[in-house]
């Protein structure tokens, strides 16, 4: 039987690696594993927040970085998805 761990990954405050590139690789790696589905919501910015403690303009960045990469993108007045593969090339 193969067993999942959900527990939230850790947030390295002590890291040399700015905060806001550690969630984008935590967000990145839930994408390439489909633990966020191609045209699912992105968790909202109080969510994420709240769930790594870190400040709303840490989230804003590091999903800056994910758009720049074309895994996410911003639905106006929706929110912000993960992309389907046929729409990062």
């Known amino acids: 039987m193969v067993r ?3 527990r939230v ?3 390295d405050h ?8 550690q969630l984008a690789a935590i967000l990145r ?3 390439e594993r489909g633990d ?3 045209r699912r919501p992105v968790p909202s910015k109080r969510q994420l927040t ?6 709303g303009g840490t989230v804003d960045k590091a999903l800056a970085v994910l758009r720049g990469e ?3 993108k911003t639905v106006r007045g929706r ?3 993960v992309t389907a593969p046929e729409e990062r090339s």
């Open 14 to 21: 002590e890291s040399d690696v700015p905060v806001y590139l």
């Open 79 to 81: 929110g912000i998805y």
């Open 9 to 11: 990954p850790a947030i």
């Open 36 to 38: 966020l589905a191609p």
């Open 70 to 72: 074309k895994l996410v």
């Open 29 to 31: 790696g839930q994408i």
């Open 4 to 6: 999942h761990d959900h």
């Open 50 to 55: 709240q769930e790594y403690g870190i400040a």
